[in-house]
């Protein structure tokens, strides 16, 4: 019953107009399995350097995030460096230094074969399907990308498509990706590519879901405080697919409850810088924050 | 139980990227009335220029929409031109010609004054007070505005927000008036200045609804078409004030029924032009959009 996630595991410097921070943790699989260990024991596949503090490991190792996929490499672990303006919801790198993400060939550990929930986070489309080779029969697959893969690899993420069931992305990567602007028609067509279903995530605005026979659309959790928005989008994705992990059954009504899991872990994630928050609340805090959504979205 | 308007009733020539018309039906009284007209009867004040068209006159009536307090004034009819390119947000204004608004002194008929529901269209906030001033004692008072009147007639707007009951205004306009990013933070301050609540609107992102007691989050209804823009914030408060007037009570759950059908009958405005969509649905349209509403929602 356990999730592999493959992603990234960085140290982000970042400045925001309500704060900054100097090699926080971070990176995609970071957010994801720390949002995921609320509801399930998540495994890391991944790379860091020789760099990487030992306290973060630790963290992992409290939040019983299995690290036995976590390469440790020889050179420097994966660096972001960037900055937001006011309007929070457009990231301005300032370098990507990918280090020993360079010659990353991710490793499923013999014992993590048969991880029934996989998520396949934001890295290149051939990394990914190279995880998916590795492992034997998934319960479930969901994927992400982002609008680089799709300028540059675009065949490679095609192809990974057709093997994933959820497939999450942006409101502007689904257009990208499609070439059409109304979102209802992108996701039809994202759809006609493979995957059962789509996530579309439009930030501070909610979701959107898609598949063959249902839709839902949900507003984002309304925040006071937002400080560093980075991490939300694989947030979402932990939080979700830590709770389906959870469900007995994989149907409309389980996907909507985990897309607003979703949403609820990721509204604390951008309260805080990097993982924060996420090492602050308890599940207590999330059913609250959840019932509280319900409350304020019932009609 | 009836509901009076004061706005514009206007001429609209525009173009999008999905078609163009000319000197069509437009004005806030307009997409106003029209919708709420599916509720309930409804009366508009504002005034037109002799050249505006009689079938339009007639399109009121057979809507049951009352004109007595349509003056019909010696010169030209108010005219608004403008397009919108891809990004169907943001309208680009070519002219507006106020014309026969110029002088307007909105004078609500004797009969009138009773009238339960009141909406202070997007009009110069002194004409609103004004209009405030000649009805007896209405049920409810909700009113809308615009960047103009809150850069250019701050004072007599915050005078007239101590008097109304429901202010509606877009996510731009409550960052403008409060000086406030956060949309949460600018609702409360929007209250601070006397409304007893306060619908944000965010377009195609939805609507929040804020009051001392109680708030509510809604995303909007999701379109594979949208045409025309222009009225949809007059058409979903027609909608929201119509639901509204007919309910037993307002209270919690009445408005976030009343916010669902403003939203609904939003939807249906910016399928078509002007008001071509609110001319061919029915009532059983409606309903059947709100309970696929409610379907897609619903977790």
């Given at each position: 019953?356990?999730?592999?996630?493959v992603?990234?595991?960085?140290?982000?410097?970042?400045k925001?107009p309500?704060?900054?921070?100097?090699e926080?943790l971070?990176?995609?699989?970071?957010?994801?399995?720390?949002?995921?260990?609320?509801f399930?024991?998540?495994?890391?596949v991944?790379?860091?350097?020789?760099?990487?503090?030992?306290?973060?490991?630790?963290?992992?190792?409290?939040?019983?995030?299995?690290?036995?996929?976590l390469?440790?490499?020889?050179?420097?672990?994966?660096?972001?460096?960037g900055?937001?303006?006011y309007?929070?919801?457009t990231a301005?790198?300032i370098y990507?230094?990918?280090n020993?993400?360079?010659?990353?060939?991710?490793e499923?550990?013999?014992d993590?074969k048969?991880?029934?929930?996989?998520?396949?986070?934001?890295?290149?489309?051939?990394?990914?399907?190279?995880?998916?080779?590795?492992?034997?029969?998934?319960?479930?697959?969901?994927c992400?990308?982002?609008?680089?893969w799709i300028?540059?690899k675009?065949?490679?993420l095609?192809k990974?498509?057709?093997?994933?069931?959820?497939?999450?992305?942006?409101?502007?990567?689904?257009r990208?990706?499609?070439?059409?602007?109304n979102?209802?028609?992108?996701?039809?067509?994202?759809?006609?590519?493979?995957?059962?279903?789509v996530?579309?995530?439009?930030?501070?605005?909610?979701?959107?879901?898609?598949?063959?026979?249902?839709?839902?659309?949900?507003?984002?959790?309304l925040?006071?405080?937002?400080?560093?928005?980075?991490g939300?989008?694989?947030?979402?994705?932990?939080?979700?697919?830590?709770?389906?992990?959870?469900?007995?059954n994989?149907?409309?009504?389980?996907?909507?409850?985990?897309?607003i899991?979703?949403?609820?872990?990721?509204?604390?994630?951008?309260?805080?810088?990097?993982v924060?928050?996420?090492?602050?609340?308890s599940?207590?805090?999330?059913?609250r924050?959840?019932?509280?959504?319900?409350?304020?979205?019932?009609?």
């Amino acid at each position: 019953m356990s999730i592999l996630v493959v992603g990234s595991v960085a140290l982000d410097s970042l400045k925001t107009p309500f704060g900054k921070r100097e090699e926080a943790l971070g990176g995609s699989a970071t957010f994801f399995s720390m949002a995921a260990s609320f509801f399930n024991k998540v495994n890391i596949v991944a790379t860091v350097g020789k760099d990487f503090p030992k306290r973060y490991i630790n963290l992992f190792e409290e939040k019983s995030i299995g690290t036995e996929g976590l390469q440790l490499t020889n050179g420097k672990t994966f660096r972001w460096k960037g900055w937001y303006g006011y309007d929070l919801n457009t990231a301005h790198t300032i370098y990507t230094h990918l280090n020993v993400f360079k010659d990353f060939r991710p490793e499923v550990p013999a014992d993590l074969k048969d991880s029934e929930y996989v998520f396949l986070a934001n890295i290149d489309p051939d990394l990914q399907l190279s995880v998916l080779k590795q492992v034997s029969r998934p319960k479930l697959v969901a994927c992400d990308s982002m609008n680089y893969w799709i300028e540059t690899k675009k065949k490679s993420l095609m192809k990974l498509l057709k093997h994933v069931d959820l497939f999450l992305l942006n409101d502007g990567e689904a257009r990208q990706l499609t070439g059409e602007t109304n979102l209802l028609t992108a996701a039809r067509k994202v759809l006609s590519y493979g995957p059962k279903a789509v996530v579309v995530k439009k930030g501070e605005h909610g979701v959107i879901y898609f598949s063959r026979s249902s839709h839902f659309i949900s507003p984002a959790y309304l925040l006071e405080t937002v400080r560093d928005p980075t991490g939300a989008g694989d947030t979402f994705a932990g939080g979700m697919i830590g709770y389906l992990s959870t469900a007995k059954n994989i149907d409309s009504r389980s996907i909507r409850k985990s897309i607003i899991y979703g949403s609820i872990l990721a509204s604390f994630t951008v309260e805080g810088f990097s993982v924060d928050r996420l090492t602050e609340i308890s599940m207590a805090d999330i059913r609250r924050r959840y019932e509280h959504f319900k409350k304020i979205t019932r009609f």
